[in-house]
């Protein structure tokens, strides 16, 4: 989907570098979210926000952390990667009670 | 937490079976979403049902709510190879919604 847009689409980064992945959207939507998928544990929510400056906990938010400074910005950083944090890491707009719209998709390699 | 579990992972078919994809929530759910992803992309919505024993039609696939509200089920007939990808349902309580496992299809000519 165009209108939800990641960067970097790619990155290979070594154990203990700090990671930011970028996630921008044209949609206008208030509520934004970040998930990792892993094979065979589907998609896992890391952060969520309902609104510029406001910070959710999802259910795997250890060893990560978000940013919401605008409303069209959400960017989710890794201080100090590991190996296990190695994943495909997705970004999602959502507008009221509408469905999630997805980004294409973030590749991480944590060697 | 809330879970949420869908069976099989992944399932083989030949072109022109049926496919029926399971999803399971440990708690009641206000709606269940199921989304589509092909193999390189993104998660996208195909559907919602709300309504307790609620089904909806989309071409080759059904989509059921059960009774309790606590397990959904994907059907498709006829496979085709444009059916290729995994399947995840998303079931959701209050302002949060919780990803299923997902259910890998593959279609063989």
């Known amino acids: 989907d165009a209108d939800v847009t990641q960067t970097p689409r790619n990155r290979i980064t070594k154990t203990g570098k700090r990671i930011m992945l970028e996630c921008s959207q044209t949609k206008g939507h208030d509520r934004m979210y970040w998930y990792r998928q892993d094979p065979g544990l589907g998609l896992r929510l890391i952060y969520y926000?309902?609104?510029?400056?406001?910070?959710n906990k999802g259910e795997i938010s250890d060893g990560y952390s978000v940013s919401r400074q605008a409303q069209a910005k959400f960017s989710l950083s890794l201080e100090s990667a590991i190996p296990n944090q190695t994943a495909l890491y997705f970004c999602?707009?959502?507008?009221?009670?509408?469905?999630?719209?997805f980004g294409d998709g973030t590749r991480l390699s944590i060697l | 937490g809330q879970q949420v579990m869908q069976i099989p992972q992944y399932q083989h078919v030949q072109e022109g079976e049926d496919f029926t994809t399971y999803c399971n929530s440990s708690t009641t759910l206000s709606n269940i979403q199921w989304y589509k992803q092909r193999p390189g992309g993104h998660p996208v919505f195909l559907i919602q049902l709300v309504k307790s024993g609620e089904v909806k039609k989309q071409k080759r696939l059904t989509f059921q709510f059960g009774e309790a509200k606590k397990n959904s089920s994907l059907h498709i007939t006829a496979t085709q190879t444009t059916d290729v990808g995994t399947y995840f349902c998303a079931g959701k309580v209050g302002d949060k919604l919780t990803f299923g496992t997902g259910t890998q299809l593959k279609v063989e000519l």
């Open positions: 926000s309902f609104d510029v400056k406001d910070i």
């Open positions: 999602a707009t959502q507008g009221g009670n509408q469905p999630q719209h």
